[in-house]
Each structure stands twice: as C-alpha cells, then as structure tokens.
C-alpha cells in the first residue's frame, strides 16, 4: 500500500499506479491487484474494482484504504496525505501482530517444556524403581489428576491460540 500510495501521488490516477507496482507484488496478491486493474480498465469503479479484494481480506484497514482511494479519486485531488496515515495505520499493525506473535512463541515455549515435564515425569519413577512405578500408574487418584492436568494442558493451548490470533484493531 505504501508503494501504491507513492505511485498513485507521481501518477496521480489509479489505473498507472497500479500498473506501476504490479511487477513488484508477489502471489497470490498479484493476480487479485490484477483483476481489480482488469475491472478498472473496463471502466469499473474502484468500489467495484476492488470487491472481490475486499472479500478475501476482510482487513478494516484495507477496506479503509480502498473507501478513501475512491474519495480521493472522485475528488481529483492529488493529496494522498489521507492514504498515507491508512498505510501507517497498516505498518503499526503489523508492527503490533509482530510483537504479539512473537511473544506467543516465548509463551508456547514455555508451554512445550511445562507438557514435557509433566508426562515424563512419571517415567523417572521407572528409573528409580518399577514397583513405584507400577503403583503410580495404577493409582487412581493418580490418573485423576493426569486427566484434569491434561485438561488444563489443553485449556491453556486454547488460550495461546487465542492470543495468536487475537486482533483489537479489529470488530469483534
């Protein structure tokens, strides 16, 4: 979007900027700018241009930025100060989702180590002797608190998922 903005401000039409960065993009956002410059050529407008774009990124920002590329289009003006705080908009949140899915990541660690030692840790019984062992595996109240620890395993594998995906810059 920051490059876009950048043409559309030296070309200062919609249908070049984007013929401008189309090289530049990658699969599979490429072929969708494609069809929305295929749509634009046809006459379309750019609500309609970038639709199907829309669809497939459900972004507020990205539909932020395509509502105000129509209303600096329907205008003539050149002034893309409205689209450039769109795109830092963008960059802050990705910025956010960075921080947050790298902290995930720590936290997961520590999920990882913290499941590993809990169900190894009945396997050390065999180490230091196979008849504790033995009464350990088939201790009820043993099983119990394994089962209500896998539980709370999964509870919290539940919450980091969560965390993972979470978005606030996004309506609920």
Do not use: C
Request: net charge negative; hydrophobic share 40%.
């Amino acid at each position: 979007m920051s490059s876009f903005t950048t043409a559309y401000g030296t070309f200062g039409n919609v249908k070049n900027a984007l013929a401008s960065i189309l090289p530049s993009l990658d699969n599979p956002l490429k072929d969708d700018i494609e069809q929305a410059y295929l749509l634009l050529s046809e006459g379309k407008t750019i609500s309609q241009a970038f639709y199907s774009v829309n669809q497939k990124y459900p972004f507020q920002v990205v539909q932020l930025f395509h509502d105000q590329l129509q209303a600096l289009e329907d205008s003539g003006s050149p002034d893309t100060t409205e689209l450039r705080e769109v795109v830092e908009q963008m960059e802050e949140k990705a910025i956010y989702r960075n921080e947050l899915a790298r902290d995930f990541r720590r936290k997961f660690k520590d999920w990882k180590l913290f499941v590993i030692m809990i169900y190894t840790s009945p396997f050390i019984f065999i180490i230091v002797s196979f008849e504790n062992y033995e009464l350990l595996v088939t201790n009820p109240v043993v099983n119990i608190v394994l089962f209500l620890v896998t539980l709370y395993i999964a509870y919290v594998y539940y919450q980091l998922t969560k965390i993972e995906t979470y978005d606030p810059t996004e309506p609920s």
